[in-house]
């Protein structure tokens, strides 16, 4: 067997990429069926390469949060999205309200359209976090973390805390769990919900903040050495490297703005702040002690994430009733569309399976 199909965690950065595919083509469709297949995707992925590390078990928090965003937006469209389309499914009496707070209206008949328009919406929101949860679920954050550049070390020491919380959460759950069936307490919904939730949120803040902590006496971040003149320097040059991206950027999206202000403005802005960020990078001296490799499975699950993002973007500019399906018809699926989803499933053909925990060693 060659070195690149023995077990393995996969790189990250190729987890990060193919989840990011995932969710732009879900951010450019409204079709319910394409974006149940890009749940269908991400989940059968999560289920067949992810580890048995404690951020591996987090995916199923993200798919409720994803449930819980599809509800409430519905739910939110129903209250104050006022009517919508012809047919009502209940007419309800619509609540007066000031003037000042005019073109919003509170309750009023509820119509199938309402309802469809808020799911569709809820669901391609849902199905973006469902996307980057898998991501959250497959790649190792610390090892993430050494694949940051230098210049945004600082950022990613801060950056890869956060993306570790909610794993924890997923960890404490289950841990706390465990240690409460071994012990008598309330039996009501509400006392074990009390039972369950304080000690949950404390361990997963406290095990944040130990790494946090450990990371701080490791030195990740930490910048020694630094004269006021290269700190002067690096600190103009990202501003004026924001600044001109930022006019970039405006000026291409106003067609009405000085055409000399947009793409020679952006990528000015762009020069600028890559030497900002490599006068930063010069600062951060820091080694790698076995680095990860970057082999054909890595190449070959960031080319599936990035061939569903394109046929996603394409879907979305050329098959226009496919990508946003009418309000008062059955959504309708292209060939494209399906393929272009279904590859993402290559990510778990080719990446190779995780290196699991001998039994009885902790993660």
């Known amino acids: 067997m060659s070195a690149a199909r023995l077990p393995r965690d996969l790189h990250p950065v190729a987890w ?11 951010s450019q469709t409204t079709n319910p069926l394409l974006l149940l297949l890009l749940v269908a995707v991400a989940t059968v992925v999560v289920m067949a390469r992810r580890s048995d590390q404690p951020w591996a078990n987090s995916f199923r928090l993200y798919v409720w949060l994803g449930v819980v965003i599809v509800v409430v937006r519905v739910l939110f469209r ?20 000031p003037d000042w707070v005019a073109g919003i209206t509170l309750l009023g008949p ?9 799911l569709y919406d809820g669901m391609r929101l849902g199905t973006i976090v469902i996307c980057i949860g898998a991501a959250n679920a497959l790649a190792n954050p610390k090892r993430l973390l050494r694949s940051v550049p230098s210049a945004l070390y600082e950022i990613g020491t801060a950056l890869v805390v956060a993306v570790t919380v909610l794993p924890q959460f997923a ?13 008598a307490g309330e039996n009501g919904r509400l006392g074990r919900l009390r039972r369950l939730l304080v000690p949950v949120l404390e361990d997963a803040l406290e095990r ?8 701080d ?16 320097t690096t600190g103009v040059l990202m501003l004026l490297g924001l600044c ?13 703005a000085p055409r000399y202000l947009a793409l020679p403005m952006l990528l000015g802005g762009a020069v600028v702040a890559v030497a900002g960020l490599a006068s930063a990078g010069r600062r951060v001296e820091r080694t ?16 599936a994430g990035l061939v569903v993002g394109a046929v996603g973007w394409w879907v979305g500019g050329h098959q226009m009733l496919v990508a946003y399906p009418e309000l008062t018809s059955f959504p309708r699926v292209s060939a494209p569309a399906l393929l272009g989803a279904c590859a993402g499933l290559a990510a778990a053909v080719c990446a190779p399976e995780p290196l699991l925990q001998p039994s009885g060693v902790p993660a």
């Open 171 to 183: 960890d404490s759950v289950r841990r706390v769990r465990a240690a409460q069936g071994l012990r």
């Open 244 to 256: 001109g991206v930022c006019v970039g950027v405006y000026a291409v999206l106003d067609r009405t």
């Open 110 to 118: 509820i119509t199938r359209e309402s309802v469809l328009a808020g």
């Open 16 to 26: 990060w990429v193919w989840a990011v595919g995932l969710a732009a083509a879900a």
């Open 288 to 303: 790698r002690y076995r680095p990860d490799p970057w082999r054909w499975p890595e190449l070959a699950v960031v080319a």
């Open 217 to 232: 006496t490791r030195g990740y971040g930490r910048a020694t050495g630094m004269t006021v003149r290269q700190r002067r």
């Open 208 to 215: 944040s903040l130990a790494l946090a902590a450990g990371m």
């Open 78 to 97: 129903l209250v104050v999205g006022g009517p919508y389309g012809e047919t009502v499914l209940l007419d309800l009496p619509q609540v007066p309200l």
